[in-house]
């Protein structure tokens, strides 16, 4: 299953920088995203990035441990193997959930953020309960519109004000 949803940035997407964005994302600001997100932390280890948190969506709480697999500065994508989600607060079950986002050019001044999250489950049944206990996707669908939401005016606040220029613009310049 995946969901994706698109925010209009008024910002030039050569401007943002999606892998610093992440990387230098604390605690408090990850947990002003949503309501439903209750903590992270992050780390390097051997030069990769980790991120580890926990989220209530619906109800299910759960708990992902996202190692970036691909970034760029307009392109993330995470991926957590071992998420462990807690179906009505109670009974765990292993999924796999991505979490992607690109950052796309409208035209010189604009950009388009796209987010996309889903969840892989181990097996048909555990896909359905999930399906059923979710609302057929309302609770994933409502939490990305939230997060999502608040990521992209984010992104626009720290790339538009008193910003350093991003590699592809000191490689423009000479």
Not at 12 to 33: C, G, H, I, Q, R
Request: with cysteine; aromatic share 14%; charged share 25%.
């Amino acid at each position: 299953m995946r969901m994706t949803k698109k925010f209009k940035l008024q910002i030039a997407a050569k401007n943002v920088d999606l892998y610093k964005w992440v990387t230098e994302m604390t605690p408090a600001e990850y947990e002003s995203f949503s309501k439903a997100h209750k903590a992270m932390g992050s780390y390097f280890e051997d030069g990769e990035f980790y991120m580890v948190n926990v989220e209530n969506m619906g109800n299910e709480m759960i708990v992902q441990h996202y190692q970036l697999k691909e970034h760029t500065e307009d392109h993330l994508r995470f991926y957590s193997d071992r998420t462990e989600a807690y179906i009505c607060r109670w009974i765990p079950a292993i999924v796999g959930v991505p979490w992607e986002m690109k950052v796309t050019p409208i035209d010189n001044y604009s950009c388009e953020l796209s987010c996309t999250i889903g969840a892989d489950f181990p097996s048909r049944l555990l896909a359905f309960a999930a399906w059923i206990n979710g609302f057929g996707g309302f609770f994933m669908r409502k939490h990305l519109v939230d997060e999502g939401g608040k990521f992209a005016k984010d992104i626009e606040k720290k790339f538009n004000n008193g910003r350093k220029p991003n590699s592809r613009e000191v490689l423009q310049q000479h």
